[in-house]
């Protein structure tokens, strides 16, 4: 069971577009949303978090908008450059560090 | 000074085989995992420990085998391997009163 959905697949971009990438949760008892950013060969790194009783966080280009009653979430890239082209994954914790992941978004930015 | 290393990088083994992937942390996080990425880049936890004490074990066939000899190390063993445990292996760590978790670089096994 996914226990977090996330869209799209794949995302194309032009440089200087904006990057959107959703993802949907069920279990209410989730309670921190992060954003973790992979290059190719490299591990999943921490990009950016929200926590529910916060609806915005931004840092730079990049930020998360929070709706707790539909409960979603998604990732806004401003400005999108090639060098953010990698795989986005949203994710979610309740309680102890028990991570899940959302499918992945790879995100390519065409110069 | 990688601050999560693994190693193998890459492991290529045959069907049958015993092998395992070691990690190391020097963050001095008390708490560390194994993921499983597969080929669809899908990332699931198979096992947390907490100062060497396993905390979460997901759904995963007893033929693996995490140790944690201390702190700053978690080890997987994986007896007779089959063909379906071919994926990317990662370790991560955190201070479990934390969220942030920092990952390695992944061990890519390849069973043939």
């Known amino acids: 069971q996914q226990q977090v959905k996330q869209s799209p697949q794949s995302l194309i971009v032009q440089k200087g577009g904006i990057s959107i990438i959703n993802c949907a949760y069920e279990n209410t008892a989730f309670d921190y949303f992060p954003w973790y950013q992979q290059f190719p060969g490299k591990g999943p790194a921490l990009l950016i978090a929200?926590?529910?009783?916060?609806s915005e966080k931004k840092e730079g280009r990049f930020t998360i908008s929070f709706n707790k009653s539909a409960k979603q979430f998604s990732l806004h890239i401003m400005d999108s450059q090639p060098g953010d082209s990698a795989t986005y994954f949203c994710?979610?914790?309740?309680?102890?560090?028990?991570?899940?992941f959302g499918t992945g978004t790879r995100l390519t930015v065409i110069p | 000074d990688t601050a999560v290393s693994q190693t193998p990088k890459y492991l290529v083994t045959q069907m049958g085989n015993d092998k395992s992937i070691k990690c190391e942390q020097n963050l001095g996080h008390d708490t560390m995992y194994w993921y499983k990425q597969d080929s669809k880049k899908f990332l699931k936890i198979m096992f947390s420990?907490?100062?060497?004490?396993?905390?979460i074990n997901e759904t995963v066939p007893n033929r693996f085998s995490p140790k944690s000899p201390d702190k700053a190390h978690l080890n997987l063993h994986i007896n007779s391997l089959e063909l379906g445990d071919s994926a990317v292996y990662f370790c991560?760590?955190?201070?479990?009163?934390?969220?942030?978790?920092?990952f390695g670089n992944g061990t890519r096994l390849t069973v043939t």
């Open positions: 994710a979610a914790l309740a309680g102890a560090n028990n991570l899940f």
């Open positions: 420990y907490n100062n060497k004490e396993l905390i």
């Open positions: 929200i926590r529910p009783d916060v």
């Open positions: 991560a760590s955190s201070l479990r009163q934390d969220r942030f978790l920092h």
